[in-house]
């Protein structure tokens, strides 16, 4: 068993590594801190929810650097220290590049986009989420809407959470429910004659019963489920 010594600072600060890696680390810090931020960018918003991506790119990397020379005898501070240094400068040095170029933010930081306007999806944007339809209803759900017609613009922040924006009550329309036992009824035919909400795009449009399928004219789609007009519960 090798005798340990509370003095030996080359164990202590280097480990059993060679003061040339500290070089290595510096270069394997800045290729795992860009992996890591394309990584997580490249999940979405709702995997970072609550969290931009920038601040979850930091927390694992520190978290990183911290745990090894915590435990293990042979892993020096000093590339912990090198580690919490280089991503430390990374994050200071991004920040001062968002807050000159908006381009630059965007890329980094993510930023809101509109899924619902005035009570229908934003088709192309909702598509270019990582978000199913379930999850976006279930979020509405909890902030109380019981459908698309009670809300005038919904958006999909860069932390993931969604912001809702309500009609006056007297402005509330016709909308697509949400509820899952009113979704359920969604059908291709059309029983009887009244409005009747697109299931996929939330557009409203008054049907007369047919024998024969009706798309909408928004998205073509065929399902539809009857529209809701209850008020919002405050």
């Not at 978290?63 to 435990?71: C, L, R, T, V």
């Not at 619902?116 to 990582?130: H, P, R, V």
């Not at 909308?175 to 036992?181: A, C, F, R, S």
């Not at 359920?184 to 029983?191: L, V």
Request: hydrophobic residues 45%; contains cysteine.
């Amino acid at each position: 068993m090798n005798d340990y010594q509370l003095t030996d600072w080359q164990r202590i600060l280097l480990g059993e590594t060679p003061l040339h890696f500290l070089v290595e680390v510096l270069g394997r810090t800045l290729v795992m801190f860009a992996v890591i931020f394309i990584g997580l960018r490249a999940t979405g918003k709702r995997a970072v929810r609550q969290l931009s991506v920038f601040e979850l790119v930091i927390i694992i990397g520190l978290g990183s650097a911290a745990g090894d020379p915590m435990f293990y005898h042979d892993v020096g501070l000093l590339p912990g220290v090198l580690v919490f240094t280089v991503v430390i400068l990374s994050y200071r040095t991004m920040t001062r590049w968002a807050s000159k170029s908006t381009k630059f933010e965007e890329f980094v930081e993510g930023k809101a986009v509109c899924l619902i306007e005035e009570g229908k999806f934003s088709i192309e944007e909702f598509k270019k989420e990582d978000l199913g339809q379930d999850e976006f209803f279930m979020e509405m759900r909890l902030a109380g809407v019981e459908h698309l017609g009670q809300v005038r613009k919904a958006y999909i922040e860069s932390s993931g959470g969604i912001s809702l924006f309500f009609y006056a009550e007297g402005d509330v329309k016709p909308g697509l429910p949400v509820l899952p036992e009113v979704f359920a009824r969604k059908s291709k035919r059309i029983p009887e004659a009244g409005e009747y909400a697109c299931t996929f795009c939330g557009n409203v449009e008054s049907l007369q019963p047919t024998l024969t399928n009706q798309p909408c004219p928004r998205c073509q789609r065929i399902e539809w489920v009857a529209a809701c007009l209850a008020k919002r519960v405050k």
